[in-house]
């Protein structure tokens, strides 16, 4: 999926370490030739091609991923949306960014919209209804984490990192969880968060390095499929669940809605989410860490490691809590 795995577990038996690390290989490599855009054969890509209004049965693990996208797509009321290849093509997010005319941004938001894939539940059947292009950017590395934690678990510690999400499961010898840092949103060198984990999974998504500035424009990889335009917030979001998949999902449909809505929505959901905000332009600058209940719960040791002001909960501009 265009990046790269870094995978950990301890044992005091090597041969059983090293068949673990094997089965998570196996069940990531297993994800993407399922989910992967990057691959020509995968389940995905041949439904990319697939004839508009011609059924493609799915694998049931494909499947099971398809329907919990197509809930949380419900649940964020479109924030997040598999949908959106045609989308991504027409502001070259893979290419350095552009601006797409009027009507060929038209033509892409016509081509987007989960209510363009006719996906049948029970059979585990897609068809396209519309020329659309399902892109799995958004979760397909959550998907890959959860099948890795399925296959790897047999009580034995674990870690798997894919390039920003990372999902766990134990804790290492002599520790009390695995730390994760969570980089400034302006520098990924920068670490603004230390925090603790034991299972589940941590996504972040945002920070400002892929995105390009084009006509005076802000492309950022991540778009409001409400608007068709790269969403407007600039920052980072960091989201913890039980469920990689889960997490990775949230975490790019929290960017959509930016704090002013993700915050209460994730208050209402019992969500741990954590927004980083710059306080100014450039890597040196201080943070906003506005986190919901559920995440300060989650993390009551966080480590802050750099000057921010953190407040919990959402609040307008300039008021609120804050230590
Ligand atoms: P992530 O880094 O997990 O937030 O995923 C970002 C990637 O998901 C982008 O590079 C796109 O491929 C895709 N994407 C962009 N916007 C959305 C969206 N609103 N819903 C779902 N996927 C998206
Ligand atoms: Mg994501």
């Known amino acids: 999926m265009g990046t790269r795995a870094t995978l950990v ?64 797509h419900a ?65 397909g590395k959550g998907a890959a984490l959860d099948r890795a934690a399925a296959a790897a678990s047999d009580g034995h510690p674990w870690l798997v990192d894919l390039g920003g ?4 499961s134990g804790t290492p010898p002599d520790a009390r969880g695995w ?11 920068q670490p603004v968060l230390g925090l603790s984990i034991s ?4 996504a972040t998504s945002g920070g400002s390095e892929r995105d390009v500035q084009v006509g005076g424009v802000r492309v950022g990889h991540i778009l409001d499929p409400r608007t068709g335009r790269p969403a407007s917030f600039r920052g980072s979001v960091t989201v913890w669940h039980s469920s990689g998949l889960v997490a990775d999902i949230l975490s790019t449909a929290l960017f959509v809605m930016g704090p002013a809505e993700g915050l209460p929505w994730a208050e209402a959901h019992d969500i741990a989410v954590c927004y980083l905000t710059s306080e100014g332009h450039g890597p040196r600058t201080a943070v906003q860490v506005q986190a919901s209940p ?10 802050r490691l750099w000057p921010s002001v953190e407040r919990i909960g959402y609040f307008p501009e300039g008021r609120g809590i804050s230590r």
Do not use: K
Request: glycine share 6%.
């Open 75 to 139: 649940e964020t009321r479109g924030a997040f949306d598999p949908t959106v290849g045609r989308l991504v093509a027409a502001w070259g997010i893979a290419a350095g960014g552009r601006l797409p005319a009027p009507a060929e941004l038209a033509e892409a938001r016509r081509l987007t919209g989960l209510g363009t894939l006719h996906f049948d539940a029970r059979t585990c059947e897609v068809a396209r209804a519309r020329d659309v292009e399902v892109d799995t950017g958004g979760f």
């Open 9 to 72: 577990t301890y044992d005091a038996r090597r041969a059983r370490a090293l068949a673990r690390l094997d089965r998570i290989l196996e069940a990531l490599d297993a994800a993407e030739r399922e989910l992967s855009t990057w691959r020509p054969e995968s389940v995905v890509s041949q439904l990319n091609r697939q004839p508009v209004g011609v059924p493609l049965a799915l694998p049931r693990w494909t499947c099971d991923a398809i329907r919990e996208v197509s809930r949380w």
């Open 165 to 168: 999400q990372v999902m766990v």
């Open 199 to 202: 299972r589940g999974s941590l």
């Open 179 to 189: 730390q994760v840092l969570v980089a400034h949103p302006e520098a990924r060198d």
């Open 294 to 303: 559920a995440f300060a719960r989650r993390f009551p040791d966080r480590r």
